[in-house]
Structures are given as C-alpha cells and as structure tokens.
Antibody
Framework: QVQLVESGGGVVQPGRSLRLSCAAS????????IHWVRQVPGKGLEWLAM????????MYADSVRGRFIISRDNSKNSVFLQMNSLTVADTARYYC??????????WGQGTLVTVSS | EIVLTQSPGTLSLSPGERATLSCRAS???????LAWYQQKPGQAPRLLIS???RRATGIPDRFSGSGSGTDFTLTVSRLEPEDFAVYYC?????????FGGGTKLEI
C-alpha cells in the first residue's frame, strides 16, 4: 500500500537549520511529484513547496522561498526539505503528500518541528 | 495568489442530516482544479474530492462536490458519526497551491 513517512523533525533553535525526509513506498516513486505542507497545531494547512517527479522543477511559497530547498533522490524513493534560518513562525507539523494529476492524493502522518530557544 | 474563503467556520449538525460547505475563490480556479480534504484530530488530511466533483478512491457516495469558477460546494448527504471533522478546500491550478481556512463540522 502507498506509504509516505516523514522524519527529521525535532526541537531546533532560531536561526538554525533542519532537514526533513519523506520516504515513500508502495508505488512507483519516480512517476509522482511530491509536496510539502505544514500545519501549526490547531490551525490550517499551508502549502510550502513542490518537486516534479523527475526533480526538474520546483516551486515554493513566498513564505519559504530562499530559505527552504526541496530535493529528491529517486534511487532512494525519498524527498527532502532543507530548512534554513528557522524562526519561531516555522513551528508546525510538516507533511509530505503525493501528486500525479495535481491533487494531493496520499499524505504522510507528518513530523513535528519546534523552533525554540 | 488565489485566496479561498470557506464558510461557515463551524457547522453544527446531527447524524443523518445534510451538510453543505462552501468554498469561494478570490479569482477563477484554473480548470476547476479544486479539491476537498477531510482531517480528523491527530490524523493527516485525506483527499475526498478532486477536480471540483470527482470522488477520490474509496470515498463514499454520500460525499459530493460541485461548482465551478469561483464558487464550490461540498455536500454530505446523510451525516455519519465518522464524518464529523474539519474540511479544507484547496486549489491546485496555480501556484501557490492555497488552502481555505477550513470548516469544522461538529455534532
């Protein structure tokens, strides 16, 4: 069955970096784009970034462009989100989600990132 | 950026009743690329509807989506206890792929 498993979250100080991973299984990973979405606890969903199935195109929300970098390794069925210059406002649960026709048809359970001094 | 406004913010209903949730876009959604997601506490969102009206795999037919352009609706024809959750609309026609603020469907 389709599975997406995020990892790499934790507590980090403001200004530091963190790298999240999204490990995929149960489908042909290299055929699908992957998005990152975050959610502040108790709040709504915010789209962050997307990478095309072949890694040839990436897109970012204004709130993270220039600080976050999305990448993928199709040989490892994984997508990564490198997060730099973190602030308290980046505290959230981070989800990866799969896309083929544009909608986000499968989501991982998320990994929690807490930015605190 | 397309802003999606969902209403109402909270909808209080009983099992067996009909729920109608609204999502209004600040500009026309390209090709009606509008999705609806359900999220229960402690869980990831789940895709219900894509392309404004197409049910995702395994979604019961009591869920239906309609609308086009800037006005979209999610209808749950007869509420089951497991349907009480938060529902989000999202447009995926143009970047940034924005979400609405959500509608909480409560008993």
């Amino acid at each position: 069955q389709v599975q997406l498993v995020e990892s790499g979250g934790g507590v980090v100080q403001p200004g530091r970096s963190l790298r999240l991973s999204c490990a995929a299984s149960g489908f042909t990973f290299s055929n699908y784009g992957i998005h990152w979405v975050r959610q502040v606890p108790g709040k709504g969903l915010e789209w962050l970034a997307m990478i095309r199935y072949d890694g040839g195109k990436t897109m970012y929300a204004d709130s993270v462009r220039g600080r976050f970098i999305i990448s993928r390794d199709n040989s490892k069925n994984s997508v990564f989100l490198q997060m730099n210059s973190l602030t308290v406002a980046d505290t959230a649960r981070y989800y990866c989600a799969r896309t083929f026709t544009g909608d986000f048809d499968y989501w991982g359970q998320g990994t929690l990132v807490t930015v605190s001094s | 950026e397309i802003v999606l406004t969902q209403s109402p913010g909270t909808l209080s209903l009983s099992p067996g009743e009909r729920a109608t949730l609204s999502c209004r876009a600040s500009q026309s959604v390209i090709s009606n690329y509008l999705a609806w997601y359900q999220q229960k506490p402690g869980q990831a969102p789940r895709l219900l509807i894509s392309g404004a009206s197409r049910r995702a795999t395994g979604i019961p037919d009591r869920f239906s989506g309609s609308g086009s352009g800037t006005d979209f609706t999610l209808t749950v024809s007869r509420l089951e206890p497991e349907d009480f959750a938060v529902y989000y609309c999202q447009q995926y026609g143009s970047s940034p792929f924005t979400f609405g603020g959500g509608t909480k469907l409560e008993i």
